[in-house]
């Protein structure tokens, strides 16, 4: 049974910092693996796909990085901004299970000015 | 440029009592899904549909259920309250089936006491 697990559950830094947020899985047979950012009584947004034949995906100031054979992936925020405080959650779908994907339970950022 | 539209926002159920979750969505997307969300906890699929008229069960559908008689609208409906279904209710779309980011609403807070 795929398990998704986020860690730390929450980080606060200074702004300006470069971070870096895991998610690990437990079946590497994935499909795809998504990051996801949730604010606080909203739904969540979608950042950054990352395809099981790739390595990585950009967009802006986040790097998604995936590693399927370790199980890891690594969302990379760089020059972190007040902007940035929200929950990020990683999901992954598996091979076998064409619409379910399998949430972590995110970790919550807090950039400080 | 609505995208996923979810009402109510907030409900308070009594045990027993039944209600129904709306979703609409105006992006033409074929799949629709239900998650739930409870604290502290990633997001657990309840029901899907891969187009008008045709639904499945997700990871947690006890308790629940829905219909698509449209593109557009997929509502959740639950018939008998229980507190254990005190959550937070996200609906989301997406064009395709796995190969597509997920748009969700932003959500429908439900307690039953």
């Known amino acids: 049974k795929q398990e998704v697990t986020q860690i730390p559950a929450a980080l606060s830094v200074p702004e300006g910092e470069n971070l870096v947020l895991n998610c690990s899985f437990t079946?590497?047979?994935?499909?795809?693996l998504q990051w996801f950012r949730q604010d606080p009584g909203k739904g969540l947004t979608s950042l950054l796909l990352?395809?099981?034949?790739?390595r990585e995906q950009t967009s802006g100031r986040l790097n998604a990085s995936l590693d399927k054979s370790s199980g890891r992936s690594t969302l990379y925020i760089a020059a972190s901004q007040p902007g940035d405080s929200a929950t990020y959650l990683c999901?992954?779908?598996?091979?076998?299970?064409?619409?379910?994907?399998?949430f972590g339970s995110g970790t919550r950022l807090l950039v400080r000015p | 440029n609505a995208g996923v539209t979810q009402t109510p926002k907030f409900r308070i159920l009594k045990i027993g009592q039944s209600m129904t979750l709306q979703c609409t969505q105006d992006?033409?997307?074929?799949?629709m899904y239900w998650y739930r969300q409870d604290p502290g906890m990633g997001l657990k699929l309840i029901y899907y549909?891969?187009?008008?008229?045709?639904?499945d069960k997700g990871e947690v559908p006890n308790g629940y259920n829905v219909s698509r008689s449209t593109t557009e609208d997929f509502p959740l409906r639950l018939e008998l309250a229980a507190p254990s279904q005190t959550s937070v209710y996200f609906c989301?779309?997406?064009?395709?089936?796995?190969?597509?980011?997920?748009?969700f609403g932003n959500g429908t807070r439900l307690t039953v006491t």
């Open positions: 549909s891969v187009g008008a008229g045709i639904t």
């Open positions: 999901a992954v779908r598996g091979m076998d299970s064409s619409y379910k994907l399998i």
């Open positions: 990352i395809q099981s034949s790739q």
């Open positions: 989301a779309s997406s064009q395709q089936g796995k190969d597509s980011p997920l748009h």
């Open positions: 992006m033409n997307h074929n799949y």
């Open positions: 079946d590497s047979a994935i499909y795809n």
